[in-house]
Protein backbone atom coordinates (compact mmCIF):
# COMPACT_ATOMS: atom_id res chain seq x y z
CA UNK A 1 0.00 0.00 0.00
CA UNK A 2 1.68 3.28 -1.08
CA UNK A 3 0.41 6.74 0.61
CA UNK A 4 0.87 9.49 -1.81
CA UNK A 5 1.30 12.97 0.05
CA UNK A 6 1.69 16.67 -1.09
CA UNK A 7 4.80 18.25 0.98
CA UNK A 8 5.74 21.63 0.37
CA UNK A 9 9.30 21.18 2.13
CA UNK A 10 10.78 17.66 2.25
CA UNK A 11 10.93 16.19 5.60
CA UNK A 12 14.61 15.54 6.10
CA UNK A 13 15.23 12.04 8.14
CA UNK A 14 19.35 13.44 8.25
CA UNK A 15 21.86 15.64 6.99
CA UNK A 16 22.62 14.42 3.72
CA UNK A 17 24.77 16.79 1.13
CA UNK A 18 24.89 17.90 -2.14
CA UNK A 19 28.64 17.63 -3.26
CA UNK A 20 29.86 20.56 -5.03
CA UNK A 21 33.12 22.18 -6.03
CA UNK A 22 34.42 25.34 -4.63
CA UNK A 23 32.99 28.49 -5.55
CA UNK A 24 37.07 29.67 -6.48
CA UNK A 25 39.11 26.71 -8.36
CA UNK A 26 41.55 26.92 -11.42
CA UNK A 27 40.02 24.42 -14.43
CA UNK A 28 42.29 21.35 -14.31
CA UNK A 29 43.08 19.76 -17.64
CA UNK A 30 42.46 16.45 -16.36
CA UNK A 31 38.64 15.52 -16.95
CA UNK A 32 36.13 14.58 -19.59
CA UNK A 33 33.15 16.58 -21.10
CA UNK A 34 29.35 15.10 -21.17
CA UNK A 35 27.42 16.53 -24.26
CA UNK A 36 23.19 16.16 -23.56
CA UNK A 37 21.27 17.20 -26.45
CA UNK A 38 17.27 17.05 -26.22
CA UNK A 39 15.58 15.68 -29.27
CA UNK A 40 12.27 16.84 -28.19
CA UNK A 41 10.83 20.11 -29.84
CA UNK A 42 9.83 21.17 -26.36
CA UNK A 43 11.19 22.03 -23.03
CA UNK A 44 12.25 19.53 -20.10
CA UNK A 45 12.74 20.84 -16.05
CA UNK A 46 14.39 18.60 -13.97
CA UNK A 47 16.03 16.24 -16.34
CA UNK A 48 18.70 13.95 -14.72
CA UNK A 49 21.61 13.24 -16.58
CA UNK A 50 22.87 9.79 -16.05
CA UNK A 51 26.63 8.88 -16.67
CA UNK A 52 27.89 5.51 -16.93
CA UNK A 53 31.43 5.49 -14.81
CA UNK A 54 32.71 2.02 -16.74
CA UNK A 55 33.40 4.87 -19.85
CA UNK A 56 35.14 7.35 -17.90
CA UNK A 57 38.25 8.29 -15.55
CA UNK A 58 38.42 7.39 -12.38
CA UNK A 59 38.75 10.52 -10.30
CA UNK A 60 38.72 10.88 -6.71
CA UNK A 61 37.77 14.53 -6.01
CA UNK A 62 35.74 15.84 -8.89
CA UNK A 63 33.51 18.81 -9.60
CA UNK A 64 30.96 19.00 -12.49
CA UNK A 65 30.63 22.23 -14.26
CA UNK A 66 27.72 23.44 -16.51
CA UNK A 67 28.68 25.61 -19.49
CA UNK A 68 25.40 27.02 -19.76
CA UNK A 69 24.80 28.22 -16.48
CA UNK A 70 28.64 28.60 -16.04
CA UNK A 71 28.62 27.55 -12.27
CA UNK A 72 29.10 24.50 -11.12
CA UNK A 73 26.25 22.14 -9.80
CA UNK A 74 25.00 19.56 -7.87
CA UNK A 75 25.82 15.93 -8.51
CA UNK A 76 25.60 12.76 -7.01
CA UNK A 77 27.12 9.22 -7.21
CA UNK A 78 24.47 5.85 -7.38
CA UNK A 79 25.99 2.42 -6.61
CA UNK A 80 23.33 0.81 -8.62
CA UNK A 81 24.36 -2.79 -6.66
CA UNK A 82 25.65 -2.25 -4.02
CA UNK A 83 29.07 -3.54 -4.44
CA UNK A 84 30.50 -0.69 -2.88
CA UNK A 85 31.40 0.69 -6.47
CA UNK A 86 30.49 3.49 -7.68
CA UNK A 87 28.72 2.95 -11.22
CA UNK A 88 26.90 5.99 -12.52
CA UNK A 89 27.32 10.10 -11.85
CA UNK A 90 24.18 12.03 -12.15
CA UNK A 91 23.19 15.41 -12.22
CA UNK A 92 20.38 17.61 -13.48
CA UNK A 93 19.50 20.05 -16.26
CA UNK A 94 16.80 21.91 -17.32
CA UNK A 95 16.94 22.02 -21.50
CA UNK A 96 14.83 24.83 -23.80
CA UNK A 97 13.85 22.83 -27.15
CA UNK A 98 16.11 20.83 -28.90
CA UNK A 99 18.82 22.51 -26.85
CA UNK A 100 22.09 21.30 -26.55
CA UNK A 101 24.16 21.62 -23.39
CA UNK A 102 27.97 20.55 -22.51
CA UNK A 103 28.86 19.57 -19.13
CA UNK A 104 32.78 19.52 -17.71
CA UNK A 105 33.37 16.77 -15.36
CA UNK A 106 37.18 17.88 -13.87
CA UNK A 107 39.38 16.71 -11.18
CA UNK A 108 39.25 18.51 -7.98
CA UNK A 109 41.84 18.98 -4.94
CA UNK A 110 38.87 19.80 -2.50
CA UNK A 111 35.25 20.85 -2.46
CA UNK A 112 32.55 21.91 -0.53
CA UNK A 113 29.36 20.20 0.47
CA UNK A 114 26.60 22.48 1.64
CA UNK A 115 23.35 21.39 3.10
CA UNK A 116 20.89 21.54 -0.34
CA UNK A 117 17.37 22.99 0.26
CA UNK A 118 15.91 19.86 -0.93
CA UNK A 119 16.56 16.38 -1.32
CA UNK A 120 15.35 12.88 -2.55
CA UNK A 121 15.38 10.55 0.31
CA UNK A 122 13.56 7.26 1.48
CA UNK A 123 13.24 5.81 4.82
CA UNK A 124 12.15 2.70 6.66
CA UNK A 125 9.46 3.87 9.45
CA UNK A 126 9.89 0.90 12.18
CA UNK A 127 7.96 3.42 14.21
CA UNK A 128 4.88 3.14 11.80
CA UNK A 129 4.15 -0.16 12.09
CA UNK A 130 6.52 -1.02 9.42
CA UNK A 131 5.57 1.88 6.73
CA UNK A 132 8.31 2.56 4.09
CA UNK A 133 8.35 6.45 3.18
CA UNK A 134 10.11 8.52 0.18
CA UNK A 135 9.94 12.52 -0.72
CA UNK A 136 10.80 14.73 -2.94
CA UNK A 137 10.43 18.43 -2.93
CA UNK A 138 7.32 18.27 -5.16
CA UNK A 139 5.64 14.81 -3.63
CA UNK A 140 5.97 12.34 -0.51
CA UNK A 141 4.92 8.77 -0.86
CA UNK A 142 4.50 6.27 1.96
CA UNK A 143 4.01 2.63 1.77
CA UNK A 144 1.74 0.74 4.59
CA UNK A 145 3.93 -2.18 6.29
CA UNK A 146 0.81 -3.35 8.06
CA UNK A 147 -1.84 -3.75 5.34
CA UNK A 148 -2.56 -5.61 1.86
CA UNK A 149 -3.22 -3.98 -1.16
CA UNK A 150 -2.31 -1.32 -3.59
CA UNK A 151 -1.34 2.00 -3.27
CA UNK A 152 -3.49 5.18 -1.26
CA UNK A 153 -2.71 8.82 -2.08
CA UNK A 154 -3.93 11.50 1.07
CA UNK A 155 -2.78 15.41 1.29
CA UNK A 156 0.21 16.52 3.58
CA UNK A 157 -0.40 20.62 4.18
CA UNK A 158 1.58 22.70 6.80
CA UNK A 159 3.59 19.13 7.64
CA UNK A 160 0.04 17.55 9.12
CA UNK A 161 -1.14 14.73 7.55
CA UNK A 162 -4.99 15.76 6.26
CA UNK A 163 -7.44 13.10 6.80
CA UNK A 164 -7.89 10.74 3.56
CA UNK A 165 -9.51 11.86 0.90
CA UNK A 166 -9.38 8.48 -1.33
CA UNK A 167 -11.19 5.06 -0.56
CA UNK A 168 -8.19 3.22 0.67
CA UNK A 169 -9.67 -0.63 0.95
CA UNK A 170 -7.99 -2.57 -1.33
CA UNK A 171 -7.84 -0.30 -3.99
CA UNK A 172 -4.13 -0.12 -6.38
CA UNK A 173 -4.36 3.51 -5.62
CA UNK A 174 -1.35 5.58 -7.75
CA UNK A 175 0.21 2.52 -9.38
CA UNK A 176 -0.55 -0.20 -7.57
CA UNK A 177 0.55 -3.81 -9.61
CA UNK A 178 -2.14 -7.12 -10.00
CA UNK A 179 -2.48 -9.35 -12.31
CA UNK A 180 -5.41 -9.94 -14.54
CA UNK A 181 -6.98 -13.34 -14.61
CA UNK A 182 -10.21 -14.50 -15.76
CA UNK A 183 -11.50 -10.98 -15.02
CA UNK A 184 -10.58 -10.89 -11.49
CA UNK A 185 -7.66 -8.69 -10.23
CA UNK A 186 -5.13 -10.94 -7.80
CA UNK A 187 -2.79 -8.70 -5.80
CA UNK A 188 0.31 -9.18 -3.48
CA UNK A 189 0.43 -9.28 -0.04
CA UNK A 190 2.84 -6.66 1.97
CA UNK A 191 6.23 -6.21 1.67
CA UNK A 192 8.43 -8.20 3.71
CA UNK A 193 11.74 -7.29 3.04
CA UNK A 194 13.43 -3.58 2.03
CA UNK A 195 16.90 -2.17 0.76
CA UNK A 196 17.69 1.08 0.31
CA UNK A 197 19.99 1.30 -3.79
CA UNK A 198 20.33 5.41 -3.55
CA UNK A 199 19.44 7.99 -0.91
CA UNK A 200 19.69 11.72 -2.47
CA UNK A 201 20.12 14.57 -3.08
CA UNK A 202 19.37 13.89 -6.44
CA UNK A 203 17.84 10.44 -6.47
CA UNK A 204 16.30 8.51 -4.20
CA UNK A 205 16.49 4.34 -5.09
CA UNK A 206 15.46 1.70 -3.41
CA UNK A 207 14.04 -2.10 -3.64
CA UNK A 208 10.92 -4.17 -2.17
CA UNK A 209 10.45 -7.48 -2.04
CA UNK A 210 6.94 -9.37 -1.36
CA UNK A 211 6.45 -13.35 -0.90
CA UNK A 212 4.69 -15.16 -3.59
CA UNK A 213 0.60 -14.54 -4.17
CA UNK A 214 -1.72 -17.24 -6.37
CA UNK A 215 -2.44 -14.99 -9.11
CA UNK A 216 -5.04 -18.01 -11.32
CA UNK A 217 -3.00 -20.99 -11.49
CA UNK A 218 0.13 -19.37 -10.95
CA UNK A 219 2.47 -17.93 -8.07
CA UNK A 220 4.49 -15.02 -8.51
CA UNK A 221 6.90 -13.36 -6.79
CA UNK A 222 8.47 -9.59 -7.21
CA UNK A 223 10.81 -7.28 -6.63
CA UNK A 224 9.52 -3.99 -6.93
CA UNK A 225 12.96 -1.02 -7.68
CA UNK A 226 10.88 2.52 -7.00
CA UNK A 227 12.67 5.49 -8.37
CA UNK A 228 12.38 9.06 -7.86
CA UNK A 229 14.17 12.35 -8.62
CA UNK A 230 14.00 15.31 -7.59
CA UNK A 231 12.27 17.58 -9.45
CA UNK A 232 9.38 15.18 -10.44
CA UNK A 233 5.97 14.39 -9.69
CA UNK A 234 6.42 10.56 -11.46
CA UNK A 235 7.90 7.84 -9.96
CA UNK A 236 10.07 5.03 -11.88
CA UNK A 237 8.49 1.73 -10.91
CA UNK A 238 10.53 -1.45 -12.14
CA UNK A 239 8.82 -4.69 -11.53
CA UNK A 240 11.04 -7.71 -11.82
CA UNK A 241 9.19 -11.56 -11.36
CA UNK A 242 11.00 -14.92 -9.97
CA UNK A 243 8.89 -16.83 -12.59
CA UNK A 244 8.35 -17.25 -16.30
CA UNK A 245 5.55 -14.45 -16.38
CA UNK A 246 5.51 -13.94 -20.61
CA UNK A 247 1.60 -15.43 -20.61
CA UNK A 248 0.53 -13.56 -17.55
CA UNK A 249 -1.88 -9.70 -18.03
CA UNK A 250 -0.35 -7.65 -15.31
CA UNK A 251 -2.80 -4.87 -14.77
CA UNK A 252 -1.26 -1.32 -13.12
CA UNK A 253 -3.99 0.71 -11.88
CA UNK A 254 -4.94 3.95 -10.24
CA UNK A 255 -7.88 3.74 -7.75
CA UNK A 256 -11.40 5.24 -8.81
CA UNK A 257 -12.67 8.03 -5.93
CA UNK A 258 -15.71 7.47 -4.03
CA UNK A 259 -16.55 11.14 -5.05
CA UNK A 260 -16.11 10.58 -8.57
CA UNK A 261 -13.46 11.97 -10.99
CA UNK A 262 -12.75 12.84 -14.54
CA UNK A 263 -10.83 9.91 -16.48
CA UNK A 264 -8.62 10.64 -19.60
CA UNK A 265 -7.04 7.82 -21.39
CA UNK A 266 -4.78 7.50 -24.18
CA UNK A 267 -6.19 6.48 -27.75
CA UNK A 268 -3.20 3.97 -27.62
CA UNK A 269 -4.26 3.12 -24.36
CA UNK A 270 -0.45 3.66 -22.55
CA UNK A 271 -0.94 6.11 -19.74
CA UNK A 272 -4.14 7.58 -18.64
CA UNK A 273 -4.78 10.73 -16.05
CA UNK A 274 -7.34 11.53 -13.14
CA UNK A 275 -8.85 14.03 -11.52
CA UNK A 276 -10.85 13.83 -8.32
CA UNK A 277 -13.98 15.21 -7.97
CA UNK A 278 -12.63 18.04 -5.46
CA UNK A 279 -13.27 17.45 -1.34
CA UNK A 280 -14.85 20.61 0.02
CA UNK A 281 -11.84 21.40 2.54
CA UNK A 282 -9.18 19.67 0.76
CA UNK A 283 -9.43 19.72 -2.92
CA UNK A 284 -8.24 16.71 -5.38
CA UNK A 285 -5.72 14.68 -5.76
CA UNK A 286 -4.75 14.29 -9.36
CA UNK A 287 -3.16 10.75 -10.50
CA UNK A 288 -1.08 9.76 -14.00
CA UNK A 289 -0.08 6.82 -14.98
CA UNK A 290 2.01 5.96 -18.07
CA UNK A 291 3.01 2.62 -19.49
CA UNK A 292 6.14 2.55 -22.44
CA UNK A 293 4.63 1.58 -25.71
CA UNK A 294 7.13 -1.65 -25.19
CA UNK A 295 5.50 -3.20 -22.35
CA UNK A 296 1.93 -1.68 -23.01
CA UNK A 297 -1.00 -4.33 -23.92
CA UNK A 298 -2.84 -1.51 -25.26
CA UNK A 299 -6.13 -2.64 -23.31
CA UNK A 300 -8.12 -0.04 -20.79
CA UNK A 301 -9.78 -1.87 -17.77
CA UNK A 302 -12.70 -0.17 -16.26
CA UNK A 303 -12.95 -2.64 -13.10
CA UNK A 304 -15.01 -2.20 -9.74
CA UNK A 305 -12.17 0.05 -8.07
CA UNK A 306 -10.03 0.70 -10.22
CA UNK A 307 -8.91 2.30 -14.00
CA UNK A 308 -6.09 0.28 -15.28
CA UNK A 309 -3.65 -0.41 -17.90
CA UNK A 310 -2.67 -4.11 -19.13
CA UNK A 311 0.72 -4.80 -19.44
CA UNK A 312 2.83 -7.73 -20.64
CA UNK A 313 6.16 -8.45 -19.04
CA UNK A 314 9.37 -8.44 -21.07
CA UNK A 315 11.56 -11.30 -22.05
CA UNK A 316 13.69 -10.56 -18.42
CA UNK A 317 10.26 -10.77 -16.88
CA UNK A 318 10.27 -7.46 -15.85
CA UNK A 319 7.88 -4.34 -16.24
CA UNK A 320 8.89 -0.65 -16.04
CA UNK A 321 6.24 1.78 -15.66
CA UNK A 322 5.66 5.40 -14.25
CA UNK A 323 2.97 6.48 -11.74
CA UNK A 324 2.91 10.47 -9.87
CA UNK A 325 0.51 12.49 -8.20
CA UNK A 326 -0.18 16.20 -7.55
CA UNK A 327 -2.59 18.11 -5.36
CA UNK A 328 -5.06 21.12 -6.55
CA UNK A 329 -4.01 23.05 -3.61
CA UNK A 330 -0.36 24.01 -5.49
CA UNK A 331 -0.37 26.75 -8.62
CA UNK A 332 1.32 23.99 -10.90
CA UNK A 333 -1.40 21.64 -10.74
CA UNK A 334 -4.31 23.68 -9.93
CA UNK A 335 -6.62 22.87 -12.26
CA UNK A 336 -7.45 19.30 -14.48
CA UNK A 337 -6.34 20.62 -17.52
CA UNK A 338 -3.04 21.66 -16.12
CA UNK A 339 -2.76 17.83 -15.06
CA UNK A 340 -3.76 16.50 -17.97
CA UNK A 341 -1.45 19.02 -20.03
CA UNK A 342 1.25 17.42 -17.44
CA UNK A 343 0.90 13.65 -17.74
CA UNK A 344 0.58 14.19 -21.76
CA UNK A 345 4.01 15.41 -21.72
CA UNK A 346 5.35 13.45 -19.65
CA UNK A 347 4.91 10.77 -21.44
CA UNK A 348 6.62 12.69 -24.61
CA UNK A 349 9.39 12.59 -21.91
CA UNK A 350 9.96 8.88 -21.39
CA UNK A 351 9.42 8.06 -25.00
CA UNK A 352 12.40 10.18 -25.76
CA UNK A 353 15.26 10.09 -23.53
CA UNK A 354 17.99 12.34 -23.78
CA UNK A 355 21.19 11.52 -26.29
CA UNK A 356 23.94 11.44 -23.87
CA UNK A 357 27.44 11.28 -25.22
CA UNK A 358 30.73 11.52 -23.17
CA UNK A 359 34.14 12.70 -24.81
CA UNK A 360 37.37 12.47 -22.61
CA UNK A 361 39.97 14.68 -23.26
Not at 45 to 67: H, Q, R
Request: charged share 25%; aromatic share 12%; hydrophobic share 40%.
Amino acid sequence: MLLISYCPVALVMKKIFILVASAAFVVPAFGYVVKVSNPLNESRTSETICVDLKSTPVMVNLFVFSETLKKEIPFQFIDDNNDGKNDQLIFQADFEPNQTQRFRVLDADEFSQPKPEFQAIAYYMPQDKNDFAWENDKIAFRIFGSTSGGIWPVAIRDNSRTPDIVDINQTLGCGGLGVWSDKKLYCSQNYFQWKIIANGPIRTIFELTYNPWQAGQKAIGETKRITLDLGSNFNRIESRFDADVNDVNFAVGIAKCPRGGTLTVAGDKDWLAYWQRPDAKLGSIALGLIVPKDVSAGVYVDEEKNNMLLAKADKNNTIVYYAGAAWSRTPEFDSREKWLAFVEKQARIFACPLKVEIFVK
